[in-house]
């Protein structure tokens, strides 16, 4: 019985101290290509997060998307005719579930809530108008891999994306992104 004891107390204090070297805050930036589905183009999308990372399995983040407005011209038989131009940005919280693979990479997937904000700006002989905004609750989902550079430093390369729950301001984005991810 002692026997066991012990071999658990070791068993115990090696998961400890492994997952203690994987537990702190972090920060990460990502340069990415945004496709949102109610643009006619994509454009070019800026990811900040931060978050922290409990154990190698597990961590928190809070998040923001900007995503450079298009500008696009309809032409002058369609029943849009005009210009018009969007600008968006969501803000994010979620929760992370990583799978290390080895020691340097590991995979992972996100989900949590988020807000998306939507400015329109339209010259149009139909019926857009001019500036409008909307503000949606959405869905924040996202699949991605993190290649281990330093102790403190990864890779990151991501698919991420917000599905709005309610509301006809934006539609589903979804930006493929890479970027660097930091470790204090």
Same mark, same amino acid.
């Given at each position: 019985?002692?026997? #066991?004891? @012990?071999?658990? &107390?070791? $068993?115990?204090?090696?998961?400890?101290?492994?997952?203690?070297?994987?537990? +702190?805050?972090?920060? *990460? *930036?990502? $340069?990415?290509? @945004?496709?949102?589905?109610?643009?006619?183009?994509?454009?070019?999308?800026?990811?900040?997060?931060?978050?922290?990372?409990?154990?190698?399995?597990? *961590?928190?983040?809070?998040?923001?998307?900007?995503?450079?407005?298009? $500008?696009?011209?309809?032409?002058?038989?369609?029943?849009?005719?005009?210009?018009?131009?969007?600008?968006?940005?969501?803000?994010?919280?979620?929760?992370?579930?990583?799978?290390?693979?080895?020691?340097?990479?590991?995979?992972?997937?996100? &989900?949590?809530?988020?807000? &998306?904000?939507?400015?329109?700006?339209?010259?149009?002989?139909?019926?857009?108008? *001019?500036?409008?905004?909307?503000?949606?609750?959405? =869905?924040? =989902? @996202?699949? &991605?891999?993190?290649?281990?550079?330093?102790?403190?430093?990864?890779?990151?390369?991501?698919? /991420? +994306?917000?599905?709005?729950?309610? +509301?006809?301001?934006?539609?589903?984005?979804? $930006?493929? +992104?890479?970027?660097? #991810? /930091?470790?204090?």
């Amino acid at each position: 019985m002692l026997k #066991k004891i @012990a071999i658990s &107390g070791i $068993v115990l204090f090696n998961i400890t101290t492994a997952n203690a070297a994987e537990e +702190g805050g972090y920060v *990460a *930036a990502n $340069v990415g290509y @945004a496709n949102v589905q109610n643009w006619w183009s994509g454009s070019v999308a800026l990811t900040v997060n931060g978050g922290y990372q409990f154990n190698k399995y597990f *961590a928190t983040e809070v998040g923001a998307t900007w995503i450079n407005g298009i $500008v696009a011209q309809y032409p002058a038989n369609s029943y849009r005719s005009g210009t018009y131009g969007q600008n968006q940005s969501f803000f994010d919280v979620a929760a992370k579930g990583s799978l290390p693979f080895s020691d340097i990479f590991n995979v992972y997937i996100k &989900g949590g809530l988020g807000v &998306g904000l939507s400015q329109t700006d339209a010259v149009s002989s139909y019926s857009f108008t *001019a500036p409008a905004t909307g503000v949606s609750p959405g =869905l924040y =989902l @996202a699949l &991605g891999g993190e290649l281990k550079l330093t102790n403190n430093l990864q890779l990151v390369i991501e698919d /991420y +994306g917000m599905l709005p729950l309610i +509301g006809d301001s934006w539609g589903n984005i979804n $930006v493929l +992104g890479a970027g660097l #991810k /930091y470790n204090f």
